[in-house]
């Protein structure tokens, strides 16, 4: 059965420091990856997304993510954080098995430490 | 485009009170979801239907119902409200490789 495990609940960087959340997924076949954003109060919103093209995805706002098949991770970064990017972030996957039904991780919120 | 839209954005209920949570979208996609949001807990999957007249139960479906006429509507009924339905919910809808659309978001208090 297909899995998402999101490393931290929390993580907090300082502005202007590298973003690192950890997204790892198990999944039998290969996978779509997805990185949402939710702002406070606000809807999910797609951040970017792998779909089996290029491995390295680039998303808004400056983020990127890498699919690393050997290591079944989908870990997203951005090289220097802003105030504004704080807000929760969630990686899903989804397969062919599945229907293409997402499977959620459990988010993780990114505190920006001015 | 308006894509997904939800409506009430809030709404407080009594306990035993029963209401609809409407959702519509204009993007012609067959798969829509019903999520709920809870502290801590992340997004928990209510009911889902791959098209009209069909549905099919989430992680948490109990005390909710759905149906799907039209691809676009997708209406979540709560039977019976419950103080632990206070939650947010989403509604989404997904195109055909799992990336989702979502609403903004109905915020229910039941007291």
């Known amino acids: 059965a297909q899995s998402v495990t999101q490393l931290g609940s929390h993580v907090s960087v300082s502005e202007g420091a590298l973003v690192l959340l950890r997204c790892n997924y198990s999944?039998?076949?290969?996978?779509?990856l997805f990185w949402y954003v939710q702002y406070p109060n606000q809807g999910l919103q797609l951040l970017l997304k792998?779909?089996?093209?290029a491995t390295l995805v680039k998303g808004i706002n400056g983020f990127e993510a890498e699919f690393k098949k050997s290591e079944t991770s989908f870990h997203l970064t951005k090289p220097s954080a802003h105030m504004s990017d704080a807000a929760e972030y969630f990686c899903?996957?989804?397969?062919?098995?599945?229907?293409?039904?997402?499977?959620w991780g459990a988010g993780t919120k990114l505190i920006i430490k001015p | 485009n308006a894509g997904v839209t939800q409506t009430p954005k809030f709404q407080v209920l009594k306990t035993g009170q029963s209401m609809t949570l409407q959702c519509a979208q204009d993007m012609n996609h067959e798969y829509m979801s019903w999520y709920r949001q809870d502290p801590g807990m992340g997004l928990r999957l209510i009911h889902y239907s791959v098209g009209a007249g069909i549905t099919d139960q989430g992680e948490v479906p109990n005390g909710y119902n759905v149906s799907r006429s039209t691809t676009e509507d997708f209406p979540l009924r709560l039977l019976s409200a419950a103080p632990s339905q206070t939650s947010v919910y989403f509604c989404?809808?997904?195109?055909?490789?799992?990336?989702?659309?979502f609403g903004p978001g109905t915020r229910l208090t039941v007291t």
């Open positions: 792998y779909t089996s093209a």
């Open positions: 899903a996957v989804s397969d062919r098995n599945s229907n293409y039904q997402l499977i």
């Open positions: 989404a809808s997904t195109n055909g490789v799992g990336e989702q659309y």
């Open positions: 999944s039998s076949v290969p996978p779509y």
